[in-house]
C-alpha cells in the first residue's frame, strides 16, 4: 500500500470535529468524564481495537495485529489546564476606570 493510498483513508473531517469538541468542551484532571465517553464513542466505530476504561477518566484501546512482533504505546493526556487571565472591565465610560478581574479559564493545550 502507498503513502498515497493511506493518506486518502485518514478521516480528515472527522479528526476536525473530535478536535473542535474537545477544545470547546475542556475539564481538568481526573474530572474529564465527558471527554472519556465521547473518546470511546470514537473508538467503539473503529474495527479490532480492545476498549478498556481502567478509570473513570481514562480509556485504553489495544489494536492486536495478526502476527507477533513488536509492540507499539502510545499516550495522550486529555485534561484541560486551568490558569488565570486578567480581563479589564471598563466602570464608566467618562472615568475611564479599569477593574483587573482574574478570571478562571480552562483550555485544552495542543502541542
Request: net charge positive; proline share 5%.
Amino acid at each position: 500500500m502507498t503513502t498515497e493510498s493511506l493518506l486518502a483513508q485518514v478521516p480528515v473531517q472527522d479528526i476536525l470535529t473530535w478536535r473542535h469538541y474537545l477544545h470547546a468542551h475542556p475539564e481538568l484532571s481526573f474530572q474529564e468524564y465527558k471527554t472519556t465517553d465521547y473518546i470511546i464513542s470514537i473508538l467503539e466505530t473503529f474495527p479490532n481495537l480492545e476498549l478498556q476504561r481502567p478509570t473513570e477518566t481514562g480509556v485504553v484501546a489495544i489494536l492486536k495485529g495478526g502476527k507477533p512482533g513488536k509492540t507499539i504505546a502510545l499516550r495522550a493526556d486529555i485534561d484541560a489546564f486551568q490558569f488565570k487571565k486578567k480581563q479589564t472591565l471598563i466602570l464608566s465610560r467618562k472615568m475611564m476606570v479599569s477593574c483587573m478581574l482574574l478570571v478562571m479559564i480552562h483550555i485544552h493545550q495542543c502541542f
